[in-house]
C-alpha cells in the first residue's frame, strides 16, 4: 500500500485479556519500528526490526510485550495479560535501507483497557 | 545511553508571533530528523539534517544543526494557526531516539 497500514484503529479490551496489534509497513521498508504513546506523552521506544537481523527488544516494558515480524512484512505486537497501564496509541513506523526520507509512520491503534 | 533533550515542553504564541523549540543531545548525532505531530494525528516526518552547521528552510520554518552537531533547533516565523502540533526530534542510532517534544498553541 502507499502508507503504513495498522489494525484495528481502536481497541477496547477487558484487564487480563491478550491483544494483537498489527503493522502493515510499505512494501520494501526494511526497518520496522514499534512505538507507543500514552495522553499527551512522548514516543516511548518498545521494539525495532531491520532486516533479517535480531530485533532490538530493549524497548519492551515487560516480558507481557512481543513482536514478530513475518517474511521481513507484516509484525505483530502482542500484549499478554493486559493492564490499564497498558493503555496508550501503540505506532508502528516503517523506513528504507537508506536514509533521508525519515520514518514513515502508520495512524495508530488506540488501546483501552478497561 | 544517549538522550535527547528538548525544551521548551510547551509553547503558547499569539499568531504571528515566532516560535523556536530546540534539542539537545549529550552525544555527537550523525544526523537528526524533524517531525510534526497534529492533535490526534501521528508523527509526519520534515527533515533531515546531516552536516555540522547545516541550515534548511521549508516555508516559514528553519531547521539548524549545530556545529558540533550535538543540538539542533526549529524555527517558525509569524506563526499561523496551522502550525499547532507537537515537534519532535529523531536521533538514529538504530534505535529512534526521539525528543519529548514542544507543544505549540497558537492563537488566533
Known amino acids: 500500500g502507499a502508507g503504513v497500514s495498522q489494525s484495528p484503529s481502536n481497541k477496547v479490551t477487558e484487564k487480563g485479556k491478550d491483544v494483537e496489534l498489527r503493522c502493515d509497513p510499505i512494501s520494501g521498508h526494511t526497518a520496522l519500528y514499534w512505538y507507543r504513546q500514552s495522553l499527551g506523552q512522548g514516543l516511548e521506544f518498545l521494539i525495532y526490526?531491520?532486516?533479517?537481523?535480531?530485533?532490538?527488544k530493549s524497548g519492551l516494558p515487560s516480558d507481557r510485550f512481543s513482536a514478530e515480524r513475518t517474511g521481513g512484512s507484516v509484525s505483530t505486537l502482542t500484549i499478554q495479560r493486559t493492564q490499564q497501564e497498558d493503555s496508550a496509541v501503540y505506532l508502528c513506523a516503517s523506513s528504507p535501507t537508506w536514509t533521508g526520507y525519515g520514518y514513515t509512520f502508520g495512524s495508530g491503534t488506540r488501546l483501552t483497557v478497561v | 545511553g544517549q538522550q535527547v533533550m528538548q525544551i521548551p515542553q510547551y509553547q503558547h504564541v499569539q499568531e504571528g508571533e515566532d516560535f523556536t523549540t530546540y534539542c539537545n543531545s549529550s552525544t555527537t548525532l550523525s544526523n537528526i530528523q524533524w517531525y510534526k505531530q497534529r492533535p490526534g494525528g501521528h508523527p509526519v516526518f520534515l527533515i533531515q539534517?546531516?552536516?555540522?552547521?547545516e541550515v534548511k528552510k521549508q516555508k516559514r520554518l528553519t531547521f539548524q544543526f549545530g556545529e558540533a552537531k550535538k543540538n539542533s533547533s526549529l524555527h517558525i516565523t509569524a506563526t499561523q494557526t496551522t502550525d499547532v502540533g507537537t515537534y519532535f526530534c529523531l536521533s538514529n542510532t538504530g534505535k529512534l531516539i526521539f525528543g519529548q517534544g514542544t507543544t505549540l498553541q497558537v492563537k488566533p
Open positions: 526490526f531491520q532486516g533479517n537481523s535480531a530485533p532490538d
Open positions: 539534517l546531516v552536516k555540522s552547521g
